[in-house]
C-alpha cells in the first residue's frame, strides 16, 4: 500500500510510454507548455466534462469521477465511467441492482500504434475495480478525429503491461533524475520540444555527463 504523498497521476503512465524524458519532466520538474495538439486535447476534456451524470434507460454516465488505488499508489480522473444494469458489477447508491462499470477514455486524434492509451485506460479500470470491489473487463477510447469508439479488453497481458508501466514510473520519479535527451521522430509532436531541446543537447552531451546523469561516476 502507498502513502497518499507517493501517488502518481494517471496520466504518467502515457506521458512515460510516450517518453520517460518528458514523464520526468512533467512529473518530476512539474514543466509543462501547450501546443496545438494538447490544447485540442483539452478543449475536448472540457466538453466531456461540462455535465457531471446523467441516466439514459439503464446506463448511468458520470463524468469527471475521481479515480485511486492504495495498491498502485495511483490517483486521476476518468473522462467518462458509464454504469450499465447488469447481474454482475456493483452496487450503487440510490439505484437498485447490480452495475457493469464502462470506463470511456477521450482522446484527441486517432488510435496509436502502441498501447500507451490503452494502459492508460487500463489503469483507471483497475483503480474502479480496486473503490468499488468489482471486475471490470473492458472499457473503450473514443478518438475526437475518427469520432468513434475502440473497445478495449482488460487481458492478463495488457494487466501486466500497466503493472509494469506504473513500477517504472514509481521508479523514475523516485529515482529524481530526469533521463536525457534523445532526439526522436516522434519529438515533433511533443510540447515540450522547446525546453527538452532533444536535438540540440542529445548531441551536445558528452560521455561524461551521460555518465552523470545515469549515475555512473
Not at 500504434?113 to 472499457?139: F, N, R, T, Y
Not at 509494469?164 to 533521463?179: I, K, Q, Y
Not at 535527451?181 to 551536445?204: F, H, I
Request: glycine share 6%; net charge negative; proline share 5%.
Amino acid at each position: 500500500m502507498y502513502h497518499e504523498d507517493d501517488y502518481i497521476m494517471l496520466s504518467a503512465l502515457q506521458h512515460y510510454l510516450f517518453c520517460p524524458r518528458q514523464c520526468a519532466l512533467i512529473h518530476l520538474e512539474q514543466t509543462w507548455d501547450d501546443n496545438r495538439l494538447t490544447m485540442q486535447g483539452n478543449i475536448l476534456h472540457e466538453r466531456v466534462h461540462e455535465q457531471n451524470h446523467e441516466k439514459r434507460g439503464d446506463v448511468i454516465v458520470s463524468r469527471g469521477l475521481r479515480l485511486a488505488s492504495a495498491r498502485l499508489g495511483l490517483a486521476g480522473q476518468a473522462d467518462v465511467v458509464e454504469f450499465h444494469r447488469s447481474d454482475t458489477g456493483c452496487a450503487l447508491a440510490n439505484y437498485p441492482g447490480a452495475w457493469q462499470p464502462f470506463p470511456v477514455e477521450y482522446k484527441r486524434g486517432r488510435p496509436k500504434h502502441d498501447h500507451c492509451d490503452a494502459v492508460q485506460l487500463c489503469a483507471q479500470a483497475v483503480c474502479l475495480e480496486e473503490m468499488l470491489e468489482c471486475s471490470i473487463p473492458k472499457g473503450a477510447l473514443y478518438y475526437g478525429q475518427e469520432r468513434r469508439r475502440k473497445d478495449v479488453e482488460f487481458e492478463q497481458t495488457l494487466r501486466d503491461e500497466t503493472l509494469a508501466c506504473v513500477s517504472a514510473v514509481h521508479e523514475l520519479l523516485n529515482n529524481g533524475r530526469t533521463p536525457p535527451p534523445v532526439a526522436d521522430k516522434k519529438c515533433g509532436s511533443c510540447s515540450l520540444k522547446d525546453l527538452c531541446l532533444p536535438d540540440t543537447l542529445s548531441k551536445k552531451l558528452s560521455g561524461y555527463y551521460r555518465r552523470l546523469m545515469e549515475g555512473n561516476e
